[in-house]
């Protein structure tokens, strides 16, 4: 009779482990269907985003008529004195060209915020799109600082501004060659965008870190954005500019 018993509740607890499985595999094949949805939403979005030609120009432009005393190489602190010192037309004009940009990757960056996609399915998948935003990000970042630091924009495009570091940083992970290699865009003789080459060690590094936590957008990632803003007031200061000392980040402006 005990004996019975025995062999009745292995195949019982066999059975619960065969339906557990089956439950959780269900579980995992949903949750991937439904994290491949929501990409490919977050695709159509970065698919509409255009050439940076047009801004590569637009910089170009600005930055050549700009006289300031600040580093050559630090492209950053420059843009944002050209900015301040241009007609306010070409700011203008710049302007239209980045918020659509802008808009279209925070669409993005608000389904990486809330968790339904993964940065990093972009740069396995989509490595076309993965190149596109290091670019575009590159680019728009020193606007980007100008809105929030001198226009009072608030913290209208800090998500894309996350992004770039985040994209910049998952390089190691591209399947294409060509990303983690050098990756260069000099504008003027600033250099928006100077990447070094992804080096073995940090290839590999890169695949055991990133499969326990892959990067994207979190509340820790916005508090040091907020680092990040007072060091380049910090810099902007050293350039000459006076700003309050008590002005911080304010909400979201929509445009």
């Not at 004009?93 to 990757?105: E, T």
């Not at 907020?226 to 309050?244: M, V, Y």
């Amino acid at each position: 009779m005990a004996e019975g018993l025995w062999l009745i509740n292995l195949v019982l607890a066999a059975a619960t482990v065969v339906m557990l499985r089956n439950v959780l595999s269900l579980r995992v094949r949903l949750s991937r269907q439904e994290r491949l949805r929501f990409l490919e939403e977050a695709v159509l979005y970065l698919d509409d985003l255009p050439s940076p030609d047009a801004m590569v120009d637009a910089w170009q432009t600005i930055l050549s008529r700009s006289v300031n005393a600040t580093r050559p190489d630090d492209a950053m602190i420059s843009a944002i004195y050209a900015l301040e010192h241009s007609y306010d037309a070409v700011v203008e004009a710049l302007r239209d060209a980045v918020k659509p940009q802008v808009n279209l990757i925070n669409k993005f960056g608000e389904l990486a915020d809330e968790g339904l996609v993964r940065p990093m399915d972009i740069v396995r998948l989509h490595p076309d799109i993965h190149i596109r935003l290091l670019k575009h990000l590159a680019i728009i970042a020193p606007f980007i600082w100008y809105e929030a630091i001198l226009s009072g924009r608030g913290r209208w495009g800090y998500r894309p501004l996350r992004l770039k570091a985040v994209f910049e940083n998952l390089r190691p992970a591209s399947p294409r060659e060509s990303i983690r290699s050098p990756l260069v865009l000099e504008v003027e003789g600033h250099f928006f965008l100077a990447l070094p080459s992804v080096t073995a060690l940090e290839r590999a590094w890169a695949y055991f870190r990133l499969s326990i936590r892959s990067p994207t957008i979190t509340v820790r990632s916005k508090v040091a954005q907020i680092a990040k803003r007072h060091a380049i007031e910090a810099q902007l200061r050293e350039a000459g500019f006076t700003l309050s000392r008590t002005a911080g980040p304010t909400g979201a402006v929509e445009w």
